[in-house]
């Protein structure tokens, strides 16, 4: 009974990505069909010759609070999953972090999603109708706090995969990490362009980014889940230090 408990311990962890990256996928849906079940209309807060909604504009009108409340769950969650990874690796559930560098990437990146996580609070509050100044600034705050974030994650993961080269899982992580990071952040720098340039196309990239985070997000369900019946110390790097050591003395 005491084996099987520790085998569900993993499940605190996991569902806060899963919670997270479904309410935030569930909340665009209900923007989206909010804004063509009524008949495309054009928003206050929309330009001249804007004919797609943003999220910020369908976020703006009588679905305030729900995104409000969403924006800050999922900015929590965002902020937790990094946290609970740094933990598990410390107390020895994960692959844990061999050398300094690697402890200060996680860290950076766990400052990154603060800076993410606040920005997506703060865009949801200060809505585009009202704040529209306020509202692109922490608009900007978000998609850099979270590049940042993945950023330094992706480097940690990198930098912890060259120390176990034959750890599958690892090393897709790692992977996982990095393709959807990357696309996200190729198009969030071609959604910036356009929003100078053409704004259609603008906020049809908004959408995809927004509904692509969800992914990322869904991508710290794998990681925390490898924690499943792992005992606490039992990966820590003290003993896979002395494990290297013991296998060294034994080869001579």
């Not at 990505?17 to 079940?37: D, E, N, Y």
């Not at 690892?170 to 992977?175: D, G, H, I, P, T």
Request: net charge positive; aromatic share 14%; hydrophobic share 50%.
């Amino acid at each position: 009974m005491a084996i099987f408990s520790h085998q569900r311990h993993h499940w605190a962890y996991v569902w806060i990505p899963i919670a997270g990256a479904f309410l935030w996928f569930a909340t665009l849906w209900a923007l989206l069909i909010t804004w063509l079940a009524s008949g495309r209309p054009h928003y206050v807060s929309m330009d001249p010759d804007q004919h797609i909604a943003f999220i910020s504009d369908v976020a703006a009108d009588i679905l305030k609070p729900l995104f409000i409340t969403i924006c800050s769950i999922t900015g929590v969650a965002f902020v937790l999953c990094l946290v609970f990874e740094r933990y598990l690796r410390h107390s020895g559930r994960l692959m844990p972090n061999m050398r300094t560098r690697e402890r200060v990437f996680s860290s950076l990146a766990i400052l990154g999603s603060a800076i993410g996580g606040a920005g997506l609070i703060l865009l949801s509050i200060f809505d585009t109708k009202r704040h529209p100044t306020l509202h692109d600034v922490f608009l900007l705050v978000f998609i850099v706090g979270v590049a940042l974030s993945a950023i330094f994650s992706i480097v940690e993961f990198r930098w912890i995969s060259k120390d176990f080269q034959y750890h599958r899982l690892l090393k897709r992580s790692y992977w996982m990490k990095a393709i959807v990071a990357g696309i996200l952040i190729i198009l969030a720098v071609a959604f910036a362009i356009t929003e100078f340039t053409n704004v259609n196309v603008g906020a049809v990239l908004e959408w995809t980014i927004a509904f692509g985070y969800t992914f990322f997000l869904l991508t710290f369900y794998y990681d925390l889940r490898q924690s499943k019946g792992v005992h606490k110390g039992e990966l820590s790097a003290d003993r896979i230090n002395n494990s290297r050591r013991y296998r060294m003395r034994q080869a001579v």
